[in-house]
DNA sequence: GATGAATGAGCTTTCATTCAT
DNA sequence: TATGAATGAAAGCTCATTCAT
């Protein structure tokens, strides 16, 4: 029963770990990927660049890692708002909210996977189509089940998922670049009645 | 009345600098800004590092005179296919068609400014700021027109124009990025459905 | 008797040449030899790097030139000033005075070949040894016909002629590249005690 | 008491340190400043472009270091010459020895800072004031000192001594660039008397 | 495990010089 | 004669990566 145990050493490790990432995402976002040196990273970690080397294999690797931890972070508090509904309508309305909420709670990560991935060259282009193909599942997943419930017609559910996204992503996008910036919750009632209205639904 | 002509040298001044940026285009689609050196736009010119300097101040400067060329022209094409209709309804709808329509003829020019610029690093974020904000202010417009015309209940038309941009810029990009698409076109019906149902337009 | 006529041309082609050793001395002086561009002399001469071209076979002669004519005006100058006097002592004397007063009176000259010329170089090394070597050649001639007058005791004059050349150099360069500086005049009392006094005569 | 101990690595740092600066110099003085490339001094110190980069912050840091090393080495021999006397006149007689038995015997030091450092470009006028201020400064104290010892008559020494150090200055630049030089030594004894006798005092 | 010195390929940019017009 | 576009050889500098300690 002592699978669940870490040795110290262990333990040690994952943190340095973790807080190479956190430094990481620091610096990256607020240089962004390609103006940022390892040594930076390094550095904001509060350690060497062998320590950096130890722990990932290059730089390449280190924003992969970054982004795949973000992107896990953000879809697990979408996909817990979302899980606090049952009625398929309301889900369907509930990750909308929840996608605008998550993104603009969590402006640095967003801004990572929605604005520095795609940037950061044609070797991650591969990264950014599964990152974001993750989130339209999500949405296509909800979309499916209003469907099957009835509650919407049927449609090209993929299609209109990577609408939603893209129509999301690009007012939180320019919401996470923007200097002086409102609050994103204002968007919501905007967007929230242009995307339920798109797929039929009533929208109070 | 020697207003518009040229000297031979003016001409093949033009020539030039027309076939720097062209170069470029070529290479930066394939390989993305960062890992694009200014060499490998001569070559692709066919001339000289010393050449390309000669007609541009620096590597940032090609790439923004390039993008700001590849946005005029895709500006234009969409004005042009909107000003083919008179009716504020008919117009909106041409509104979206022209997009994905040139979007999708132009992929090129498309990955250039919907991927490769958000991408190039946070020293062109005020530039893609613009960018998608001249394409947003098309949108709008004609939103603005379909509200005056009653045609479309009041929007808060900025929000939806930046929307309905974020949605046909994630469609469009997927279909850019992406190695073996099917043709954007397939894609525009269920758009429309969406966007146009979405600000309360009847769909045929 | 057409000796001295010069055609309407040769006069063109003399008077560019000048126009160009003028800008490059302004250029030259206030950036240093190997900090300005042939273009920078073109701009400056309102011509172009072509022109320029036509005029010099290259850069280095173009500061050969100019450090030539800035020498043999000096050199013509306290030659002159020298001349007005016919008694030995005083014509040493006035050896001293003009050197000082010519140096102090024609800053930019000054500083063309008391810090730029050796600056400029190894390749001008010889050309430093002498430009040096015809201002003391002037002193050591003075030095050997006071010697020859009886008016002082005799001397290795090369030798004397060169730390005189040396002394004043020194105090006309700090001078020359120093940025608030008092008159050139202020120094000379007490460098003509020094120098004169040197040499065994008395000074009033 | 490990205060002077320095660990095995510090050690390795400051020996590669001064082996870059020694290489410097080498490089520096056979081909001047200007034409000297890192890459070049990289190859002399047997390191790479990169391990220059990383013991320096650029070129001009080299540089600067290399003189000011070389000039407290010059300072620190002439000073110590000076202090085996205790008697003003006979110190002040042999601050004059010391300084062209110095430079004569570090030519290549001497030629760094006498010819390289005035000539490396404007960027460098100050350093070259300083340089040349620090010995005229050793040489004024002990003018000060023979005055106030009434040795000799009050004089201006500031001027004095600059008129000192480029009496000497001249003389062995001369020396050092020429290419088939006699022993400088034999220079002074004239300089000692041109030098002496203007400040008053007798020469034997 | 961690460090940081070292490497070296590669980048952007400059500029003396040439030459077709 | 004059122009300025073009060339191409450097140059200074950066940085991902390696590795002895």
């Known amino acids: 029963m002592m699978i669940e145990t870490e040795s110290r050493a262990q333990v040690r490790t994952r943190e340095r770990h973790e807080r190479i990432l956190d430094a990481a995402l620091d610096v990256i976002v607020s240089r962004g990927y390609q103006a940022t040196a390892v040594s930076d990273i390094a550095t904001a970690a509060d350690t060497s660049k062998g ?20 992107a896990r972070l953000l879809r697990e508090r979408v996909i817990a708002r979302i899980g606090a509904e049952t009625d398929p309508t309301r889900r369907l309305d509930a990750a909308l909210g929840a996608l605008v909420d998550v993104f603009g709670t969590h402006r640095r990560l967003t801004r990572l996977f929605l604005v520095e991935t795609p940037g950061a060259g044609p070797r991650f282009y591969t990264k950014t189509l599964e990152l974001h193909g993750d989130f339209i599942e999500i949405i296509a ?30 007012v939180v996008s320019q919401w996470a670049v923007d200097t002086s910036p409102h609050p994103l919750g204002e968007s919501l009632p905007g967007l929230r009645g242009l995307l339920l209205r798109g797929v039929g639904m009533a929208v109070s």
Chains 1, 2, 3, 4 share one sequence.
């Open 51 to 70: 320590g950096v080397y130890f722990h990932f294999p290059g730089k390449d690797a280190i924003f992969l890692a970054l982004i795949d931890r973000s």
């Open 141 to 170: 997943a909800e979309l499916d089940a209003a469907v099957a419930a009835g509650t919407i017609a049927p449609h090209d559910t993929r299609l209109i998922a990577q609408a939603w996204f893209g129509a999301i992503n690009e």
